[in-house]
């Protein structure tokens, strides 16, 4: 059954930033687009397993830190080689300054 988790507050993320969110066991990253929404997928790239929190956020994608593979993370898609599995997504909601996740 599905529940909402608070993740972190709004201020925790910057502009065009991603942080790491861990929570039984699971890695998330959680990010804040260019346009000030909030986004999440699962942690580790699909490719090597390397935290994404770690990586680039250009735009609508987070770009992997290890062999520089990308994803949109608005919907998980894989962007760029090597990765060529998506994301997990989880829906986020905002509220009173805190960010929430699906899962």
Request: with cysteine; hydrophobic share 35%; aromatic share 8%.
């Amino acid at each position: 059954m599905a529940r909402w988790i608070d993740a972190c507050s709004t201020e925790d993320i910057e502009n065009e930033g991603v942080i790491r969110f861990d929570h039984e066991g699971r890695t998330f990253a959680i990010y804040r687009s260019p346009d000030d929404d909030f986004y999440c997928t699962d942690g580790l790239c699909t490719h090597e397993k390397v935290h994404l929190a770690d990586g680039l956020v250009m735009g609508d994608e987070i770009e992997c830190p290890k062999h520089l593979g990308a994803f949109d993370y608005r919907n998980g898609e894989a962007m760029r080689a090597p990765v060529c599995i998506n994301l997990k997504t989880y829906p986020t909601k905002v509220d009173s300054g805190r960010v929430a996740i699906e899962i």
